[in-house]
Nanobody
Framework: QVQLVESGGGLVQPGGTLTLSCAVSGITVHYYHIGWFRQAPGKEREGVSCITSTDGSTKYADSVKGRFIMSRDNAKNTVYLQMNSLEPEDTGVYYC????????????????????WGQGTQVTVSS
């Protein structure tokens, strides 16, 4: 059974840094992508970043490019999202998700493409 468990959310001041973790277990296919998504109250879920299971290539939404860094530790089966220079607009519930793909499938930030989801962790950016 596939499980994705997010942690690391919390309250942070504008300009601060927060690192989220996503512990992944139960995935048996070789090729998959892990994505981070967020959803603010009253808004649709949006893709933030994603990473491949093979060469570690990443893709970022324009709104976070240059501020967020996504990485992975295959030995720990964990994916991270380091969020720097946080803004109030970054507030929301952050989810990680898995997209099971074929070899050389391009990264995507489209939520419907993802197959398995975690429960989410709340991030609040406020003074």
């Amino acid at each position: 059974q596939v499980q994705l468990v997010e942690s690391g959310g919390g309250l942070v001041q504008p300009g601060g840094t927060l690192t989220l973790s996503c512990a992944v277990s139960g995935i048996t296919v070789h090729y998959y992508h892990i994505g981070w998504f967020r959803q603010a109250p009253g808004k649709e879920r949006e893709g933030v970043s994603c990473i491949t299971s093979t060469d570690g290539s990443t893709k970022y939404a324009d709104s976070v490019k240059g501020r967020f860094i996504m990485s992975r530790d295959n030995a720990k089966n964990t994916v991270y999202l380091q969020m720097n220079s946080l803004e109030p607009e970054d507030t929301g519930v952050y989810y990680c998700a898995a997209d099971y793909v074929l070899k050389d499938t391009l990264l995507t930030l489209l939520a419907p493409e993802y197959d398995s989801w975690g429960q989410g962790t709340q991030v609040t950016v406020s003074s």
